[in-house]
């Protein structure tokens, strides 16, 4: 079975400090792994993915990611935060087999001024 | 632009009345999925669909229906059926259906969110 977790339903940081927002999933093969955020009352749009190339992911807007096959996690970190980085992450995964994308249950990242 | 756009961006519906979210593409993308948004629970996925004239039920169906008569279109009913509407509807696509080995990627429209008067 598949299934994402996101540890932290609310994260919050000073601007300028470091960023970490914690997904770990399950998967019975080498899955496909995303990060998405939302904005409020927005779509989802594309940080970063992972699909069996190099561990270490870089995606948009400084954002990036590592896939740890051994602990099961793709844990999203940024070095510093902006005030514009304010808003609901979702860790998603796509298996190998199977025809879904399951999504975590999101994590509110609030950056204090 | 290339893009997905989805109408309209908000959406009353009365007691008993079928409302119809429109979802639209040129990504020239086979799959399209429809999912429900709800405050704390990620999202459920409702229908999807892989090509032209076939569709699949997804986790939530009950009380919702699609229809794929066009590659780019892919049009969701919330029918009299479906209790509790109110939510946030965001329609994806890929460029095919994910698995058997094929790594994909979703990308999103806006969203519409629907309300009950």
């Known amino acids: 079975a598949q299934s994402v977790t996101q540890l932290d339903s609310h994260v919050s940081v000073s601007e300028g400090t470091p960023v970490l927002l914690r997904c770990n999933y399950s998967?019975?093969?080498?899955?496909?792994l995303f990060w998405y955020v939302q904005h409020p009352n927005k779509g989802l749009q594309l940080l970063l993915k992972y699909t069996s190339a190099a561990t270490l992911v870089k995606g948009i807007n400084g954002f990036e990611a590592e896939f740890k096959k051994s602990e099961t996690s793709f844990h999203l970190t940024k070095p510093s935060a902006h005030m514009s980085d304010a808003a609901e992450y979702f860790c998603v995964v796509s298996p190998f087999t199977g025809n879904q994308f399951y999504f975590g249950t999101g994590t509110s990242l609030t950056v204090i001024p | 632009d290339g893009g997905i756009t989805q109408s309209p961006k908000y959406l009353f519906r009365k007691e008993g009345q079928n409302v119809t979210l429109s979802c639209e593409q040129n990504?020239?993308?086979?799959?399209m999925y429809w999912y429900r948004q709800d405050p704390g629970q990620g999202l459920r996925l409702i229908y999807y669909?892989?090509?032209?004239?076939?569709?699949q039920k997804g986790d939530i169906a009950e009380g919702y229906s699609v229809s794929r008569e066009k590659k780019e279109s892919f049009p969701l009913t919330v029918t009299s059926a479906q209790k509790n509407p109110t939510a946030f509807y965001l329609c994806a696509s890929s460029p095919r259906l994910a698995g058997l080995g094929m790594q994909e990627t979703q990308y999103f429209g806006p969203g519409t969110r629907l309300l009950v008067l």
């Open positions: 990504l020239n993308h086979d799959a």
């Open positions: 998967s019975s093969y080498s899955p496909s």
């Open positions: 669909s892989q090509i032209v004239n076939d569709f």
